[in-house]
T-cell receptor, first 114, second 113 residues
Framework: DTEVTQTPKHLVMGMTNKKSLKCEQH?????MYWYKQKAKKPPELMFV???????INESVPSRFSPECPNSSLLNLHLHALQPEDSALYLC?????????????FGQGTRLTVV | LAKTTQPISMDSYEGQEVNITCSHN???????ITWYQQFPSQGPRFIIQ???TKVTNEVASLFIPADRKSSTLSLPRVSLSDTAVYYC??????????????FGRGTQLTVWP
């Protein structure tokens, strides 16, 4: 199993809603990542979890709250988002939390904030 | 943090070989060079990774000169399905337990019939 599974694939939410994005991998990877990608732009790193601990937060607004319940799961809790937060949210995992290992990406969640 | 520079776009025709060059002048000693491919509305997909000289797999080759300040991804005999954005990344270790994967602007490759 070399898949990273993200749910839901599409999400529309209002600015006052609370929602969560989910990511799952069963490859035994110890690093997991959240990226945000706007149209025709490269993915932007948001968070890195290393051995289930948050190791990198790229100055992401607090309306995005990551959570790593166990080594296979990664969540991104969303609250009070703005329309400009609409984007493709990508989850990735790698065996080790270094920049020298192959990362596997999910298909992403297309988020629209209305 | 090693920064990468790639051409914004390239065009090719089916059956041709395509070479995409990436500059990474401040690459660190321990950094590897990795290339990803991304189709619209999908997550990036690993293509190839290397440290020095030449690496080849079933889909591509990666050429890295001795000074490692650049690298070239070579795609043999491209097809229409190779139309995608290609990203060159240089691994930033950031310490023994920290890892960052930063994407540069990428190269939009368009293959024409």
């Amino acid at each position: 199993d070399t898949e990273v599974t993200q749910t839901p694939k599409h999400l529309v939410m209002g600015m006052t809603n609370k929602k969560s994005l989910k990511c799952e991998q069963h490859m035994g990877h110890r690093a997991m990542y959240w990226y945000k990608q706007k149209a025709k732009k490269p993915p932007e790193l948001m968070f890195v979890y290393s051995y289930e601990k948050l190791s990198i937060n790229e100055s992401v607004p607090s309306r995005f709250s990551p959570e790593c319940p166990n080594s296979s799961l990664l969540n991104l809790h969303l609250h009070a988002l703005q329309p400009e937060d609409s984007a493709l949210y990508l989850c990735a995992s790698s065996l080790l939390p270094t920049g020298n290992t192959e990362a596997f990406f999910g298909q992403g969640t297309r988020l629209t904030v209305v | 943090l090693a920064k990468t520079t790639q051409p914004i776009s390239m065009d090719s025709y089916e059956g041709q070989e395509v070479n995409i060059t990436c500059s990474h002048n401040n690459i660190a000693t321990n950094d590897y060079i990795t290339w990803y491919q991304q189709f619209p509305s999908q997550g990036p997909r690993f293509i190839i990774q290397g440290y020095k000289t030449k690496v080849t797999n079933e889909v591509a080759s990666l050429f890295i000169p001795a000074d490692r300040k650049s690298s070239t991804l070579s795609l043999p005999r491209v097809s229409l399905s190779d139309t995608a954005v290609y990203y060159c990344l240089v691994g930033d270790r950031g310490g023994s337990t920290l890892g960052r994967l930063y994407f540069g602007r990428g190269t939009q490759l368009t293959v024409w019939p």
